[in-house]
């Protein structure tokens, strides 16, 4: 079993930046690559980016290239998302996940979820 926990969602203004940090823990968590994704009010959930524990490997949805990374820290089993340039449609549930690669992209592929942390964005 792998338990996500997520923190550091809030309400920020457009143009604004957020970092969310997603925790691990489980015995077989560092068998999984680690992914963001997010659920906007009324759409369906998305990809948003993914890393693996190495940190050599990200991949970004094209709606966040540019303006959102992700980072892992071994050490403390943590992954993290830095938001900038924040816009009122990255308002979402954002949740932490446990993927099989780097490449996994779609929601049916993901392993564990966790419960969600809300990022609203004002204009």
């Known amino acids: 079993q792998v338990q996500l926990v997520e923190s550091g969602g809030g309400l920020v203004q457009a143009g604004g930046s957020l970092r969310l940090s997603c925790a691990a823990s489980?015995?077989?968590?560092?068998?999984?690559?680690m992914g963001w994704f997010r659920q906007a009010p009324g759409k369906e959930r998305e990809f948003v980016a993914a890393i693996d524990w190495s940190g050599g490997a990200t991949f970004y949805a094209d709606s966040v290239k540019g303006r959102f990374a992700i980072s892992s820290d071994n050490a403390k089993n943590t992954v993290s998302l830095q938001m900038n340039s924040l816009k009122p449609e990255d308002t979402a549930v954002y949740y932490c996940a446990a993927v099989p690669t780097p490449y996994s992209h779609y929601v049916r592929n993901v392993k564990y979820w966790g419960k969600g942390t809300l990022v609203t964005v004002s204009s």
């Open positions: 489980g015995r077989t968590f560092s068998m999984y690559a």
